[in-house]
């Protein structure tokens, strides 16, 4: 099962921040968090991952509260093409867990013009 | 580089046949993880290879079977078919060191008449 709740959906103008929680109340120690985005009929892209420092990379950026119990992704300038499910997955540190994604219902965001 | 390859795109087949569905790596990837995706139960993971073994499964019947070749190219194969089993099947490639990327192609939309 999911470790993770997301909204549903989301709207965003287009050009301003996007702020997309996820809670993961029951993140143990050495957990990641990942974030991954699909885009229709495409399959998932990767976007972030961090453990417990707020992590920036050229699509967004990933904040996690200091008890670790959630996070936001944050899109800085949201265009129409960040139109997409984002998914927030908890990933253990443990290399018997190999790649597996566990995937929850994800937020659909909308980017409006 | 090129990107994860699926082939076929598309196929429709009846109850009761069977299918194999092939995923070509990004180059130098020797880690290949299938999901399947449907609209009432979401992403769920099936298996991963790497290096030609299996390293993990998800909970699916043996009817879902997978196989990966020394060329990291991989297989999977869903014998008995049932009308559940349509799906958007997606192949997502990986260096199989921990924390990397995970590239995911554009699926195989299977269709079950």
């Known amino acids: 099962d999911a470790k993770t709740t997301q909204p549903p959906s989301m709207d965003c103008a287009e050009g301003r921040a996007a702020n997309l929680p996820c809670n993961h109340s029951?993140?143990?120690?050495?957990?990641?968090v990942y974030w991954y985005r699909q885009i229709h009929s495409q399959g998932p892209q990767y976007i972030i991952h961090?453990?417990?420092n707020n992590e920036t990379n050229e699509m967004a950026s990933l904040i996690i509260t200091e008890d670790r119990k959630s996070s936001t992704l944050i899109l800085p300038h949201a265009t129409l093409r960040d139109t997409a499910v984002y998914y927030c997955i908890v990933r253990p540190n443990d290399n018997n867990a190999g790649n597996m994604l566990t995937f929850g219902g994800g937020t659909r965001l909308m980017v409006k013009p | 580089k090129a990107g994860v390859t699926q082939t076929p795109r598309y196929l429709i087949k009846t109850r009761g046949q069977q299918v194999t569905l092939s995923c070509s790596p990004i180059s130098g990837h020797r880690s290949v993880s299938w999901y399947q995706q449907t609209p009432g139960q979401g992403l769920q993971f099936l298996f991963e290879y790497f290096s030609e073994t299996q390293r993990n499964k998800g909970n699916f019947p043996g009817r879902f079977s997978g196989r990966q070749f020394s060329n990291s190219r991989s297989e999977m194969n869903v014998s008995t078919l049932e009308l559940g089993d349509s799906a958007l099947y997606l192949c997502?490639?990986?260096?199989?060191?921990?924390?990397?990327?995970?590239?995911f192609g554009p699926g195989t939309r299977l269709t079950v008449l």
């Open positions: 029951t993140i143990s120690g050495n957990e990641y």
């Open positions: 961090g453990l417990k």
């Open positions: 997502a490639s990986s260096s199989g060191d921990f924390h990397n990327e995970q590239f």
